[in-house]
């Protein structure tokens, strides 16, 4: 007769997504192909980035909502654990995610929700990354970074970036090694927030 055990998972993954709302998501995408459409390859974007963390195994998965958790969505309870983004701005957010879920993981990865060319193997490599760095980065060809792991809560990461920009990745990865820690990249990859980003990286 088998036994069921208790695997306790160390590794938590969160993912930020948007309420999706006409107007209020990919709102630089839109400008080129309207609300309807802007919503509607978020919609493809998101469901792509559901399938893709599914497939990761042995990890706690977190879903942060920017407005409010929706009981009604793909997003199981079963398989995820559901929050509400902080206050502030996207610094203040990711910072707030990370020292929420540190609590209950020794390994924290954070992966955005509008890369098409995101795989669960990316995911897996930042995992198996962390077992000797204290950082992972995924870098995005805009300067930005689709992923970003730690394996101890290093908060001044998030201290003085200027967001959307593309000195990013380059600033972030440069205050980690400024502080002595070892860093790893995983493969460059393309967010989608222009229509030659969806029209080159995209799927339909």
Known sequence: MSRKTNIKFTTGIIVFIKNPRLGHVKTRLAKDVGNEKALEIYLKLTAHTHRVLSAVQYVNRYVYYSEFV??????????????????????????????????????????????????????????????????????????????????SNFQFLFEGIEWSTASVFETTKNKALAQGLSVAEIEKLSDI????????????
């Open 70 to 151: 929706d009981d009604t969505d793909d997003w199981s309870t079963d398989s995820f654990i559901k929050r509400i983004q902080s206050n502030g701005d996207l610094g203040d957010k990711i910072e707030h995610a990370f020292t929420e879920v540190f609590k209950q993981n020794e390994k924290v990865i954070i992966i955005g929700s509008d890369c098409a060319q995101l795989s669960a193997n990316h995911i897996q490599q930042a995992i198996d990354a962390l077992d000797d760095n204290n950082v992972v980065i995924g870098p995005s060809l805009d300067g930005g970074y689709y992923l970003l792991g730690m394996d």
């Open 193 to 204: 927030d222009y229509i030659e980003d969806w029209e080159k990286y995209g799927f339909d």
